[in-house]
């Protein structure tokens, strides 16, 4: 049995809590969120390393905006926003979210 305490426990109770309250998903709004971060992501690699953390806001929102239609593209959202948060921004595929919620539209 798991442990109710458990990170993993608490993100499903979490997601379970927000399923409920949330309006269905907007891809137009993800692909807004995820285009800021994008951009951020670049001023925090020019010399304002402060808007890393704006860009990875607007990651959390975007997967909050993702969650209620399309909850296995807001855990790919989730996984890359974990990643920019351990790298510190070095690395990131963010475009590649953006085509990927292009090809959702197109269904």
Same mark, same amino acid.
């Given at each position: 049995?798991? =442990?109710?305490? =458990? ?5 499903? %109770? ?6 409920? @309250? ?6 137009? =709004? ?12 670049? !001023? &925090?690699?020019?010399? /304002? ?13 975007? !997967?909050?905006?993702?969650? @209620?239609? /399309?909850?296995?593209?807001?855990? %790919?959202?989730? @996984?890359?926003?974990? !990643? ?7 690395? &990131?595929?963010?475009?590649? +979210? ?5 090809? +959702?539209? %197109?269904?």
């Amino acid at each position: 049995m798991a =442990c109710k305490n =458990c990170p993993k426990r608490r993100f499903e %109770k979490k997601r379970e809590v927000i399923m409920k @309250k949330l309006r269905p998903s907007c891809l137009e =709004c993800v692909k807004k969120h995820i285009a800021q971060a994008i951009i951020l992501l670049k !001023e &925090s690699i020019s010399g /304002y390393p402060e808007h890393l953390w704006l860009a990875i806001g607007h990651l959390a929102e975007a !997967e909050e905006e993702s969650i @209620k239609n /399309y909850p296995q593209f807001a855990d %790919k959202i989730r @996984k890359d926003r974990l !990643e920019l948060m351990n790298n510190k921004g070095e690395e &990131s595929n963010l475009l590649l +979210l953006i085509k990927e919620i292009m090809e +959702l539209e %197109k269904k």
